[in-house]
């Protein structure tokens, strides 16, 4: 049973900082992708950073240049260090998890069957 658990959300003024934790625990696959997405209040489910088994990384462009996605093998534990938040990046953020069976791990959420509960952020003007 693949679990995944985010942390490391919450309340931050514009131009801060945060770092997002995902655990993961259970996943098997030797070649994989893993990601991470936000979701706001009415909107669409959003792609921000992936990540395959071979450190390869790809960022929307909302986020690029700001956010950075990393891992750490040993603890099976993904990242996501924010900098320079915006109040626009406040959301729920999910961090999602799949195989990888392709040149690149791609960015829409139907491509993961493996979803944490997700980790509020929310970043005041």
């Known amino acids: 049973q693949v679990q995944l658990v985010e942390s490391g959300g919450g309340s931050v003024q514009a131009g801060g900082s945060l770092r997002l934790s995902c655990a993961a625990s259970?996943?098997?696959?030797?070649?994989?992708?893993m990601a991470w997405f936000r979701q706001a209040p009415g909107k669409e489910r959003e792609g921000l950073a992936t990540?395959?088994?071979?450190?390869?990384?790809i960022y929307a462009e909302s986020v690029k240049g700001r956010f950075t996605i990393s891992q750490d093998n040993t603890k099976k534990t993904l990242y996501l260090q924010m900098n320079s938040l915006k109040p626009e990046d406040s959301a729920m953020y999910y961090c999602?998890?799949?195989?990888?069976?392709?040149?690149?791990?791609?960015?829409?959420?139907?491509?993961?069957?493996?979803w944490g509960q997700g980790t509020q952020v929310t970043v005041s003007s």
């Open positions: 990540l395959n088994s071979d450190g390869g990384t």
């Open positions: 259970g996943y098997t696959y030797s070649s994989y992708c």
């Open positions: 999602a998890a799949a195989g990888w069976y392709g040149v690149y791990c791609p960015t829409y959420p139907g491509y993961f069957g493996y």
